[in-house]
T-cell receptor, first 114, second 107 residues
Framework: DAMVIQNPRYQVTQFGKPVTLSCSQTLNHNVMYWYQQKSSQAPKLLFHYYDKDFNNEADTPDNFQSRRPNTSFCFLDIRSPGLGDTAMYLC?????????????FGPGTRLTVL | RKEVEQDPGPFNVPEGATVAFNCTYS??????FFWYRQDCRKEPKLLMS???SGNEDGRFTAQLNRASQYISLLIRDSKLSDSATYLCVVNQGALNFGKGTSLLVTP
């Protein structure tokens, strides 16, 4: 059974048109992460939630926002997508933020900005 | 200097071969280490954690050298299904991913 679910799996949007990506988890984990992975590059952490506490990475553009209305769901909002935002967006969860905690990844949403 | 560095490959090996990947990391305060596997257009999946004493899981062996800040992954008796990108991951409070090493196992 899927533990980390992302919707949609594929999304095409127009330059400047807001888009929201969804992630849900059945693991009841405290931490949820959003990563951006461009072609042939490593996943790059955008931000994470520890419970309701939002933690933004210093170099994440303001164009990227996130919401976590409850333990199970987390959303990534891209307010004005640019062509450079075309990428795979990966959601991950972990039980805690301990160094040894495993992160479980969802299947990703492949976003194309035209 | 990149925080986690890997040889991108590709490594092309025949079935049954032994192949080794290396990874170096820059932050000596790094807490934990992992190898993830990522298939084309799929999400990363945890392959194994890497412990200071070294650890083995079937055909896979991981080693950590903290003094040299170096991690390795050895795959014995390669299978076609091992073809994937292998990501070295270092936890420094947040996960830092290498760009991955591409492996292609051929018949």
């Amino acid at each position: 059974d899927a533990m980390v679910i992302q919707n949609p799996r594929y999304q095409v949007t127009q330059f400047g048109k807001p888009v929201t990506l969804s992630c849900s988890q059945t693991l009841n984990h405290n931490v949820m992460y959003w990563y951006q992975q461009k072609s042939s590059q490593a996943p790059k952490l955008l931000f994470h939630y520890y419970d309701k506490d939002f933690n933004n990475e210093a170099d994440t553009p303001d164009n990227f926002q996130s919401r976590r209305p409850n333990t199970s769901f987390c959303f990534l909002d891209i307010r004005s997508p640019g062509l450079g935002d075309t990428a795979m967006y990966l959601c991950a969860t972990s039980r805690d933020r301990l160094g040894t905690d495993t992160q479980y990844f969802g299947p990703g949403t492949r976003l194309t900005v035209l | 200097r990149k925080e986690v560095e890997q040889d991108p490959g590709p490594f092309n090996v025949p079935e049954g071969a032994t192949v080794a990947f290396n990874c170096t990391y820059s932050n000596s305060a790094s807490q934990s280490f992992f190898w993830y596997r990522q298939d084309c257009r799929k999400e990363p999946k945890l392959l194994m954690s890497v412990y200071s004493s070294g650890n083995e899981d079937g055909r896979f062996t991981a080693q950590l050298n903290r003094a040299s800040q170096y991690i390795s992954l050895l795959i014995r008796d390669s299978k076609l299904s091992d073809s994937a990108t292998y990501l070295c991951v270092v936890n420094q409070g947040a996960l830092n991913f290498g760009k991955g090493t591409s492996l292609l196992v051929t018949p």
